[in-house]
């Protein structure tokens, strides 16, 4: 995925698009029913919200709204994710549901399993009103590591 200019990535996304639907991964927008009010966290990258998916709640990890060169970057390290996600199965790591691609916007949004429980790094830190030992955790990091 190399990125030169706009027109350059909405042909590389509509490629993208036609690998999904080949590969059964593609989901398209009106499949997703974001809950606004559940946001997960917001990072450099952008945010992660719960969302429903044909009535399963699901993570749409979303980028930030933005039209510059940074914007580009954070395209490209969607695409490197979603590489990535299509291949990879392991019980240990969220399962990867697909991928919305909007040519026309230059976004890529992954949908991800949604995990209930304690944030992983509250539980591996240790952080007050973790019920892990200090033992617990490091076979936590130990197994997420094997």
Request: proline content about 5%.
């Given at each position: 995925f190399d990125l030169q200019n706009?027109?350059?990535?909405?042909?590389?996304?509509?490629?993208?698009?036609?690998?999904?639907?080949?590969?059964?991964w593609l989901i398209r927008p009106e499949e997703l029913q974001p809950i606004p009010h559940k946001v997960l966290g917001k990072g450099g990258f952008g945010m992660a919200l719960v969302a429903l998916y044909h009535g399963t709640e699901v993570v749409l990890k979303a980028p930030r709204a933005s039209r510059d060169k940074a914007q580009m970057k954070l395209l490209v390290a969607a695409a490197e994710e979603l590489r990535i996600f299509r291949r990879l199965h392991h019980?240990?790591?969220?399962?990867?549901?697909?991928a919305c691609i909007d040519p026309s916007n230059s976004e890529i949004m992954l949908i991800?399993?949604?995990?209930?429980?304690?944030?992983?790094?509250?539980?591996?830190?240790?952080?007050?009103?973790?019920?892990?030992?200090?033992?617990?955790?490091?076979?936590?990091?130990?197994?997420?590591?094997?």
């Open positions: 706009d027109d350059n990535a909405a042909s590389q996304l509509q490629k993208l698009v036609a690998l999904g639907v080949r590969e059964h019980p240990s790591i969220v399962m990867f549901y697909g991800l399993e949604y995990i209930r429980g304690q944030e992983l790094s509250s539980a591996i830190t240790g952080i007050p009103n973790s019920p892990l030992a200090v033992g617990d955790r490091c076979r936590l990091t130990d197994n997420i590591c094997s």
